[in-house]
Structure formats: structure tokens, C-alpha cells
């Protein structure tokens, strides 16, 4: 099982990034993906995530509005859309596979059994 995300980088206050999250090897039928951030400092947060079946996805009350979670079943992909970023939203984020027997994706960190390399998204002022 492979996660590779990608997409971060530096932008201002109120723009925005796509980070993308490309899977391999999973069942994705019995997956959950989600993104986590650490900011400098702080523990690991949940950001989002998605159940691959059922599509459910829950998001931290800090990123609803802003925040968009998709996927794409054929490029075996899952992309989160910020908009609107705010510099705290400065950190580096993460995606993870969570094998699920339910069909709502969680967002306890533990869970997840596999992790993705970190990409770094940074706002300024």
C-alpha cells in the first residue's frame, strides 16, 4: 500500500491549493482516506475524510465552507480544494488509509493504517 500526496506550497492569505493524495494497493471499498495537518508545535489534527464506498465525509468545524474533499475512483485518487486559506491553516499535511468496517470515515489518527509523506502548505499574511 502506497499514498503519495502532493500539492502544497506557499500562497497568501484568501488564495488557494489543491493537494492531491494518489493511492495504491488498497481495497478501497473497505478504505477510509483522510488528510491530517500538523502545524509547528502543535499535535497532528484531522482535517477531513472520506469513505471510499460510501462517500461520506466529515470535516473539522475549523475547515467547513473552505475545505472541499473528492474523489477519483479511476485515477484511484483523493484531492482536497482549500479555499479561503488563513495562515493558520499553515502546516504540513498528511493523508492516510483507514480500514473501515463501517461505512463513515473516522477521523481518530490511530485508526489509520497507512500514511502518506507529509507536503508542506504554507500561508502568509
Known amino acids: 500500500v502506497q499514498l503519495q500526496a502532493s500539492g502544497g506550497g506557499l500562497v497568501q492569505a484568501g488564495g488557494s491549493l489543491r493537494l492531491s493524495c494518489a493511492t495504491s494497493?488498497?481495497?478501497?471499498?473497505?478504505?477510509?482516506v483522510g488528510w491530517f495537518r500538523r502545524a509547528p508545535g502543535k499535535e497532528r489534527e484531522f482535517v477531513t475524510a472520506i469513505h471510499w464506498s460510501s462517500e461520506i465525509i466529515h470535516y473539522t468545524d475549523s475547515v467547513k465552507g473552505r475545505f472541499t474533499i473528492s474523489r477519483d475512483n479511476a485515477k484511484n485518487t483523493v484531492y482536497l480544494q482549500m479555499n479561503s486559506l488563513k495562515p493558520e491553516d499553515t502546516a504540513v499535511y498528511y493523508c492516510g488509509a483507514a480500514y473501515s468496517r463501517i461505512y463513515y470515515p473516522t477521523s481518530v489518527g490511530d485508526d489509520y493504517n497507512y500514511w502518506g509523506q507529509g507536503t508542506q502548505v504554507t500561508v502568509s499574511a
Open positions: 494497493g488498497l481495497t478501497h471499498s473497505m478504505y477510509s
